[in-house]
């Protein structure tokens, strides 16, 4: 019987549109390896991976009368080389021309008639190095039956050679009776379901909350922890329209512990985080972003923002399976206060107060960097459905941060460089950002509305500032 999307997902195709296309992507970014690096290269070496990802072989196929959720048929015409695509920029390539062409590539719409996803390889950048785009519609990764095609690509074996070939043969397409009786069946088992759909669906993913819960079975459930308010105004709400900005910032993971050794020594020897600093580093951003677009700026100003926290369970024990939630903790960043320590110390205490209550505690970096495969990706990709299951109005921005492997990963042999990840942009969200630690560095993504942020690249420039900011701050003295 062929597999159901969730509400949860269907609600994803649901409710897109022009201007909000729901995908999830990453750029991989890697140095030539001795052997080359083709088109022909990288469509071997999907070939061979995505008997991992069988979802990518599958498409949309909807329910006759919209009776229930549409389900997920295998592709009979399935052509790789159609998702596979080539790509490149006039030698030698900067980081702005590739930064252009993932805001080009990432808002068209996929052709729903097949599996919704595409994978561009981008030749000519400078220095020898190339870039793989990836590209993958929300409702592709769950986290359980598919995870973003990126997390497969790469691996630990430099010599590229892994020689794994599945044989696949799609399984038949099944007929409208076969659908109308699966879902006629499936209305016996859930009543509420049927009701649902002839009522013309999900009107806003918000009110799924309550129904669905785990979005990915026991790898991912949702706890949002805000107050009644809504989110403080912010030219981050903003009408979105089909174009975008995006804008690559790599940083240096070692600055991070350093300011995390230097300003957290007192009482906050063991409490303040990696991921604090990375917030703080982003609220410092938006505080210079804020400034130097003329907005008023007061002691009191504050930016939402929405981050997803993997933590453990009240019942993991031993943390045997770190990362079992995926919790949304909702942070008002400091952009008022002018000293870099101190926005530092208050997002610690309040990140502090929302992943320990209930008997939770964050999963260390270690500890997610050991979930399996390079699994950053999906990570994002369920972050990213975290925040389009919330009510937009509690929140300015949705951060995802991801920790990655601090070792090498490579491609058919080629070295990863760098990964920037992609997340999409909801109603009135007129910026996403990802970020994940790989090998050494701090990578961030910032995916943008091009109307609403022309000047996305200021508050990129202003990340690498505010770190400085908090490399050069004093200690600030605490209780």
């Keep these: 019987m062929a597999d159901r999307l969730s509400s949860l997902d269907a609600s994803f195709l649901l409710l897109e549109d022009a201007a909000t296309p729901m995908h999830v992507g990453s750029v991989l970014v890697f140095d030539v ?21 069988p979802r990518y072989r599958q498409r949309v196929r909807t329910v006759p009368g919209g009776l229930a959720n549409p389900v997920w048929v295998d592709d009979q015409a399935f052509d790789i080389g159609y998702h596979v695509r080539r790509s490149a920029l006039p030698r030698p390539g900067s980081d702005e021309q590739l930064e252009e062409l993932v805001a080009r590539i990432l808002p068209r719409p996929l052709d729903r008639s097949r599996p919704l996803w595409e994978v561009y390889l981008v030749e000519g950048l400078a220095d020898d190095r190339f870039a793989i ?43 409208a009776a076969e659908l109308l009786a699966g879902a006629l069946a499936d209305a016996v088992r859930t009543p509420s ?12 993913v918000s009110r799924t909350v309550g129904k669905v819960a785990g979005v990915a079975g026991d790898v991912l459930s949702t706890v949002a922890r805000v107050s009644a308010r809504p989110a403080p105004s912010s030219p981050l709400n903003a009408p979105v329209g089909r174009a975008r900005r995006y ?19 007192g009482s906050f020897a063991d409490e303040v985080t990696i991921n604090d600093v990375v917030l703080a580093t982003v609220a410092g951003a938006f505080r210079s972003w804020l400034l130097t677009r003329g907005e008023p700026v007061h002691p009191g100003t504050t930016v939402r923002a929405l981050v997803p926290v993997s933590v453990e369970a009240p019942d993991a024990g031993d943390g045997e399976h770190p990362g079992s939630e995926i919790v949304a903790c909702f942070v008002d ?16 205490f309040s990140m502090r107060q929302q992943t320990e209550s209930g008997g939770r505690r964050a999963v260390s970096a270690e500890a997610l960097t050991g979930v399996g495969g390079f699994a950053p990706p999906t990570m994002h990709a369920l972050g990213a459905r975290l925040g389009g299951m919330l009510s937009r109005r509690m929140h300015n921005v949705v951060i995802t941060n991801v920790p990655g492997p601090q070792t090498p990963r490579y491609a058919a042999g ?12 909801g109603a009135a969200q007129a910026l996403s950002i990802g970020l994940t630690s790989y090998d050494g560095g701090v990578y961030y993504g910032l995916y943008a509305d091009r109307d609403a942020m022309p000047d996305a690249d200021v508050l990129g420039r202003g990340l690498v500032d505010a770190l400085q900011e908090l490399l050069d701050a004093p200690a600030a003295r605490t209780r």
């Design 193 to 204: 379901q049927l009701v649902e759909s002839v009522r013309g669906g999900i009107e806003d």
């Design 414 to 425: 080629a070295q990863l460089a760098a990964t920037y990840p992609v997340t999409p942009l």
């Design 133 to 175: 785009i990836t590209k993958s519609h929300h409702s592709l990764v769950d986290g359980v039956h598919g995870v973003d095609i990126g997390n497969v690509l790469v691996d630990g074996n430099p010599s590229g050679n892994d020689g794994v070939h599945a044989a696949w043969r799609p399984r038949p397409e099944p007929t």
């Design 33 to 53: 390896p001795d052997g080359g690096f083709d088109l022909d290269t990288l469509v071997g070496l999907i070939s061979e991976r995505i008997a991992y990802v």
């Design 333 to 348: 960043l400091p952009v008022g206060e002018p000293k870099p320590s101190m926005r530092l110390h208050q997002i610690a």
């Design 247 to 265: 804008v690559m910032v790599g940083t240096d993971l070692e600055d991070y512990r350093t300011v995390r050794s230097r300003l957290g020594q």
